[in-house]
């Protein structure tokens, strides 16, 4: 069974920094492509960045480039998502996604062969 397991949430404030961290398990994590989404009170989901299985491709949302760089630890089933210059607009629910497929990942579309996260709370103050 494909679990997602999302940690590193928490308050900061404006202009600090956050690391979340995502463990997966029971996948072939170099096979997997990886996301991460968040979904703030009120709002849909949106995805944030992705990172392909063989990590030669990384995808970002406008609104995080230059601030948000996801990563992965292909020896640690972990993927991460460094944070930086928060601001309170990035206060939300964060998501992590696995998939076998680059283009359900950035899509926010989780097949069958994928999992999704509970979720990690992070807040930002102003």
């Known amino acids: 069974q494909v679990q997602v397991v999302e940690s590193g949430g928490g308050l900061v404030q404006a202009g600090g920094s956050l690391r979340l961290s995502c463990a997966a398990s029971g996948l072939p994590f170099i096979s997997y492509s990886m996301g991460w989404f968040r979904q703030a009170p009120g709002k849909e989901r949106e995805f944030v960045a992705a990172?392909?299985?063989?990590?030669?491709?990384?995808d970002y949302a406008d609104s995080v480039k230059g601030r948000f760089t996801i990563s992965r630890d292909n020896a640690k089933n972990t993927v991460f998502l460094q944070m930086n210059n928060l601001n309170p607009n990035d206060t939300a629910v964060y998501y992590c996604?696995?998939?076998?497929?680059?283009?359900?990942?950035?899509?926010?579309?989780?097949?069958?062969?994928?999992?999704w996260g509970q979720g990690t709370q992070v807040t930002v103050s102003s």
């Open positions: 996604a696995a998939d076998p497929a680059w283009s359900n990942v950035v899509a926010g579309k989780v097949s069958d062969f994928g999992a």
């Open positions: 990172v392909s299985w063989s990590d030669n491709d990384r």
